[in-house]
Nanobody
Framework: QVQLVESGGGLVQAGGSLRLSCAAS????????MGWFRQAPGKEREFVAA????????NYADAVKGRFTISRDNAKSTVYLQMNTLKPEDTAVYYC?????????????????WGQGTLVTVSS
């Protein structure tokens, strides 16, 4: 089993940037596809971005394409989410998740682990 811990959330003005990190421990990190999800107040959790085992494939929700970038460093067992040009509607708790397969991360199904979440607040 893999354990995930997110960090890097905070308060930022619209147009600003944040970088989220998700550190993994436990089973071999490089064997997991990784994803980021978010849940805004009063809304369901939604997919944000995903990255394959090697980092060679990525997928983004339409709402964040061109603004967010997912990456990973397998040597550090960490996945990142660089968020630029933030908007108030990006305000949410952001979660990272792990799966054995890239398609299931994108679909948000059969996930092996979730982190506890980190809050991102974007002020207008």
């Amino acid at each position: 089993q893999v354990q995930l811990v997110e960090s890097g959330g905070g308060l930022v003005q619209a147009g600003g940037s944040l970088r989220l990190s998700c550190a993994a421990s436990g089973r071999t990190f490089s064997r997991y596809a990784m994803g980021w999800f978010r849940q805004a107040p009063g809304k369901e959790r939604e997919f944000v971005a995903a990255i394959s085992w090697t980092g060679g494939s990525t997928n983004y929700a339409d709402a964040v394409k061109g603004r967010f970038t997912i990456s990973r460093d397998n040597a550090k067992s960490t996945v990142y989410l660089q968020m630029n040009t933030l908007k108030p509607e990006d305000t949410a708790v952001y979660y990272c998740a792990a799966s054995a397969f890239f398609p299931t991360v994108v679909a948000g199904t059969a996930l092996a682990a979730w982190g506890q979440g980190t809050l991102v607040t974007v002020s207008s």
